[in-house]
């Protein structure tokens, strides 16, 4: 989860985001800086920081389709919507779809040709999910992993979900 956008920001709320160990210094945060550079560091510049790859919000939809639900965001079907739909793991390369089928199974897909790497987890709400336990499959001009036996991790339709990726 990210730090606030606004208030006090403290030395524990940096290290339960990113992790460390006492005495604390400001050297070992630096890197996780939203704005700001060089060695005089402010805690106003850690505003909206998180120590995930990447935070999507999914403004969930659901389609019946070829006999079964599918629910989340996938334009391919016209469901649901996201907040920014480029991966910061893959160099801004569009979000196709993170959807749920009623068949028990849960999807990512990203335009192009993409590693099976960059990422360990994916947590869609409360439902996480290893990148190592999904089936990869790359066909050039789309990569999506594919998890079976999960349930539905969205909340109902018109309702936001994040996703986030670590």
């Known amino acids: 989860m990210a730090l606030q956008t606004s208030g006090a920001i403290s030395f524990a709320n ?39 790859l990447d935070t999507q919000t999914v403004t969930v939809g659901s389609k019946f389709q070829y006999y079964q639900t599918w629910r989340g965001y996938w334009p391919q079907i016209s469901i649901g919507s996201i907040s920014d739909g480029t991966s910061n793991i893959y160099g801004g390369a569009s979000i196709s779809g ?16 993409r590693s099976n790497s960059g990422w360990s ?26 998890w079976t036996s999960v349930s539905d991790p969205f909340s109902s339709n018109g309702t936001n979900t994040t996703v986030v990726f670590n």
């Open 14 to 52: 940096l290290q339960s985001e990113f992790g460390g160990s006492h005495p604390i210094t400001m050297g070992e945060y630096a890197s996780f800086r939203v704005s700001g550079s060089g060695n005089t560091i402010s805690m106003n510049q850690f505003y909206g920081a998180s120590a995930s």
């Open 121 to 146: 987890t994916m947590q869609v709400g409360s439902t996480t999910v290893n990148r190592t336990s999904g089936s990869y499959s790359n066909s050039g001009s789309l990569t999506y992993w594919l």
């Open 98 to 113: 993170i959807v749920w089928a009623s068949t028990s199974r849960l999807f990512f897909y990203v335009s192009g040709s």
